[in-house]
C-alpha cells in the first residue's frame, strides 16, 4: 500500500473551507432571528395600540351628530386631548387586580388622542359636511418627540348635522 491510501482524515485546507461554510451559514441564522425578534415586538405594539384604541373608543366613544351642536372643530367629545393608558384604565375602573402588572406596566408608555381635521368652508360645504376625525395611540418614550414615537393612527369620516 502506498502512503497516500493509508491517509485518513481532512486537509487543513478542507477544515478552512467546512469552518468558512459553517460560519457563514451561523451568521444568516443568528441575523434571521434578530430580524424575527424586532418583527415580533412591533406585532406586538401594534396589538397592544389596538387594545389601547378600544379602551380609546370605550371611554370616549363618537358622538352621534345629534350630541353635537357647536362647531365640532371644538367640541370636547370629538376631540381628545392626549390621555395615558393607565387614565383610560382608571376610567372604565379596571383594577390592577384585573390585570396582571406587567401587562400593566407595558400599558403605561401607550396614549390615546383624537382630534378633527381642519377644512375650510368651502370645501366643508362641498363635502356635505363630512369631518375627518383622526384618532391616535402613540407609544414610546415620552422624551422622544412626536413625530419619532411609533403610532397607530384611524380615520372616521364623521358627517354633522346642518
Known amino acids: 500500500m502506498s ?7 481532512f486537509t487543513l485546507l478542507e477544515v478552512m473551507i467546512a469552518t468558512i461554510i459553517l460560519s457563514i451559514g451561523l451568521v444568516v441564522l443568528l441575523t434571521s432571528f434578530a430580524n424575527c425578534q424586532k ?3 412591533a406585532s406586538q405594539d401594534h396589538e397592544t395600540g389596538q387594545y389601547v384604541l378600544a379602551l380609546g373608543e370605550t371611554v370616549f366613544p363618537i358622538p352621534s351628530p345629534d350630541l353635537v351642536t357647536g362647531d365640532p372643530l371644538d367640541d370636547e367629545q370629538l376631540n381628545i386631548k392626549e390621555t ?4 383610560l384604565l382608571d376610567d372604565l375602573e379596571i383594577s390592577q387586580s384585573d390585570l396582571p402588572k406587567d401587562r400593566r406596566d407595558e400599558l403605561l408608555e401607550y396614549t390615546f388622542e383624537r382630534t378633527v381635521d381642519e ?3 368651502e370645501e366643508l360645504q362641498r363635502a356635505g359636511y363630512l369631518y375627518t376625525l ?3 395611540v402613540r407609544w414610546g418614550s415620552t422624551r422622544m418627540r412626536d413625530d419619532e414615537r411609533p403610532k397607530l393612527e384611524v380615520l372616521t369620516l364623521w358627517r354633522k348635522k346642518q
Do not use: C
Open 3 to 9: 502512503a497516500r491510501a493509508d491517509r485518513q482524515g
Open 39 to 41: 418583527i415580533m415586538k
Open 84 to 87: 395615558t393608558a393607565g387614565e
Open 119 to 121: 377644512v375650510d368652508d
Open 134 to 136: 383622526r384618532t391616535r
